[in-house]
């Protein structure tokens, strides 16, 4: 039987060692997470979303976000991302690079990913913020980030529904992408935080967003697979252009604000979909699975990943 024909590849940007970790109820020792970070660059992720500076008592396995950025390896083929939910967070990323230069040991972030909730419920919630002052907090995070020459992209949560309010309007997150494109960000991501989304919405939302942001602006996507739909969403999203996908090896993940959201779409899962379909990921699908299974044994469980528990 002839094979699948040959697709247009990804980029998987590796959310593991902050998505998939930020929910874990055990902190997470820093000389681990660049451990995990190693084997992840070691079975192709080039980009890595390592950290997020947010205030440690919000999220306390987050504390650690600097002693992790100063000891990254310093390669040119890898691109690091730092979570911001405010200016004060770009103000830290930026500190990284300052540090990093100083200390010539490590660069910093490469990238900043800002954050706007499409749900004033939750946006107040997650960031004290509404959809308009997450607007204007965000314009604002973009333009200063541009001006320190840092680079920068945006997410937008809950874009599928929220926790609170239940349904988000299609027009609602294309209004917000309308705005921030005038900002001219790296990419725009719609995020599925609680993993309400379906393959058919999936399709539609991205395929309408594809449409407001033409082809000067990337799209991201997002998903997490609470509801056992996130791999079958990537592909629909695959099919309406999207072309770089978040994924967190093992399915790791959840957001502490949102109740019951469950982990990211595994790496594995995604990889081993896409490489059957024939679409180049750039990943090494039996070393993710040997970190998987080095990962579960030190949470002593086993992870999520579908395509790990059956290799």
Known sequence: MAGPMSFERIE???????????NEPDI???DVKLALIDRMIGYGARRLEVASFVHPQRVPQMADAEAVIAALPDRADCTYVGLVLNKRGVMRALATREKGAKDGRGRGVDQVGCVIVASDTFGQKNQGQT????LAETRDMLRFARAEGMRAQVTISAAFGCPFEGEVKHATVLAIAEELAIENP???ALADTIGVGTP???GELFGKLGEVLGP???MRAH???????GIANAWEAYKAGVR???ASLGGLGGCPFAPRATGNIATEDLVYMMGRSGVDTGIDLEAAIAANKWFAELLGRELPSAVARAA
């Open 216 to 218: 000067h602006i990337p």
């Open 28 to 30: 997470i020792a820093t």
């Open 186 to 188: 790296e990419e725009i």
């Open 223 to 229: 998903f997490h697979n609470t509801r056992g739909t």
């Open 244 to 246: 770089i996908f978040d």
């Open 200 to 202: 058919w919405e999936a």
């Open 12 to 22: 998987l940007v590796e959310v593991g060692p902050r998505d998939g970790l930020q």
């Open 131 to 134: 959809i308009a002052e997450g």
